[in-house]
Each structure stands twice: as structure tokens, then as C-alpha cells.
């Protein structure tokens, strides 16, 4: 059976010690006590994103209501301030002194490695080339504007001397001289691959779902290279 607290987890994207971040859908971004996760009917509540309980107090500490955002981004930088500022609250006390520390660092990792794929999407986009708006020549189009009457010029056009060869090009590696800009792809994966990923990066230190995506990727293309070539032997 499954309870209402597993339906959360599946939406987890993030846990830093005492503050978890969830999807609960794609314009609410809620970060949430783990003690909540305790209660049912708490998880229920996220789920459903009853605004009541999202104006209660965390409880732990008493400052504030748990709070909903827009993006990840706007989570993730929450979730940094609410624990730098319950570092400097803490007693003296190296061993918690240095959890949060690690709490804080796991935080601004995954918010770099957000930064980064917005900031690859970004650069795509700006890569994109538009068709440039074609300016009208006919009378018609022009109006009452002044009509000029080409003239024709004889251009004698020369010739670009051919590119020369890349170096790195050969029948064995034919992708030596890729060019070009690389532009974003947009994956979405089946409900099982995203579950794995999402395990992935919870449970293996540094990995993030664009890390997957990269080495996932390279893996695959030397896998099918490497076939390639066999069959021509």
C-alpha cells in the first residue's frame, strides 16, 4: 500500500539535514522540516498543497512558516540562508558546527550544478538564429516612399580557396573535427529511468542528474562506436 509519505518521497529533489526540498508540482517548490515527514497526515497536507498548513511554523525553530517558491533555484537559496543562519544559533559544538557545514556545502553544490544547466540553456537559446524580417522592395510595399531603380554592377567574386584538411579527421575518427556550438536537448525521461535518477543522486555523492545524463551518454556513444568497428573487421 502506498502511504502518502511515499508519494512525497518520489517528489523529493533535495535533502540537506534538517530541510528537504520537494516538487510538488512544476510552479511549487516547497521546502519542508523532516520532522513533518513523520506525520501522515502532515504528507498529506504537502501533497495537496493545503495553503493552512503551509502557514503554519516549522515547529523546530518557531521563525517562520514553511515556505513554497516558484523554482528550485529560489528553494535552493532559501534552504542555504534559513542553515548559515541556524549555524550561527547553534552552541558551540564542533561535531554540529561541522554537520551543517556539510549540510551548507551539499546545498551550494547542487545550486552551482542548477546554475550550470540554466546557464547551457541560456547559451542555446542565444544560439538559436532568427530568419531576419525581409524588408519590402515592390512599389506597392513601399508606398509613398521614393522608388530607386537598381543598378546592375558586375562583381567578378573570387573564389574561397578550399578549407584546409583538419589533422584530427581520419576514417577511425571522424568526429575529430566536430564544430559547431553544442546546444541543449530536452529530455524527459519514463516515470522507472526517473526514479533510478532520482535514487542515483540522493544515494551517490556528487552526482547530479545532468552528471547522468553526460556519462551516460559518453558511455553509450564509445559502447556503440566500439561495435561500429568490430563489424567492419
Request: hydrophobic content about 35%.
Amino acid at each position: 500500500m502506498r502511504t502518502y509519505l511515499n508519494t512525497l518521497l518520489h517528489r523529493k529533489r533535495g535533502a540537506y539535514g534538517p530541510l528537504w526540498i520537494f516538487e510538488l508540482d512544476p510552479e511549487t517548490w516547497a521546502i519542508v522540516w523532516s520532522g513533518w515527514l513523520e506525520d501522515e497526515v502532515s504528507c498529506h497536507l504537502i501533497l495537496s498543497e493545503d495553503p493552512q498548513w503551509f502557514k503554519r511554523d516549522w515547529g523546530m525553530d518557531g521563525r517562520r512558516p514553511n515556505p513554497t517558491y516558484k523554482t528550485q533555484r529560489g528553494a535552493l537559496e532559501e534552504v542555504i540562508r534559513s542553515l548559515q543562519a541556524m549555524k550561527v544559533d547553534l552552541e558551540p559544538n564542533e561535531a554540529e558546527d561541522r554537520k551543517y557545514g556539510l549540510y551548507i556545502s551539499d546545498a551550494e553544490h547542487d545550486l552551482r550544478l542548477l546554475m550550470n544547466e540554466e546557464s547551457d540553456e541560456s547559451q542555446a537559446n542565444e544560439d538559436t538564429v532568427q530568419e531576419p524580417e525581409k524588408i519590402p522592395t515592390s512599389p506597392e510595399a513601399l508606398g509613398d516612399a521614393q522608388v530607386v531603380t537598381p543598378v546592375k554592377v558586375s562583381v567578378k567574386v573570387q573564389q574561397a580557396p578550399p578549407a584546409p584538411a583538419h589533422e584530427a579527421l581520419s576514417a577511425e575518427n571522424p568526429w575529430g573535427a566536430a564544430s559547431g556550438t553544442p546546444t541543449a536537448i530536452n529530455f524527459r525521461p519514463d516515470m522507472s529511468l526517473h526514479a533510478k535518477m532520482e535514487w542515483v543522486c540522493d544515494n551517490v555523492p556528487k552526482m547530479s542528474r545532468l552528471r547522468i545524463l553526460r556519462e551516460g551518454a559518453t558511455l553509450l556513444c564509445d559502447h556503440l562506436i566500439a561495435k561500429h568497428y568490430r563489424s567492419q573487421d
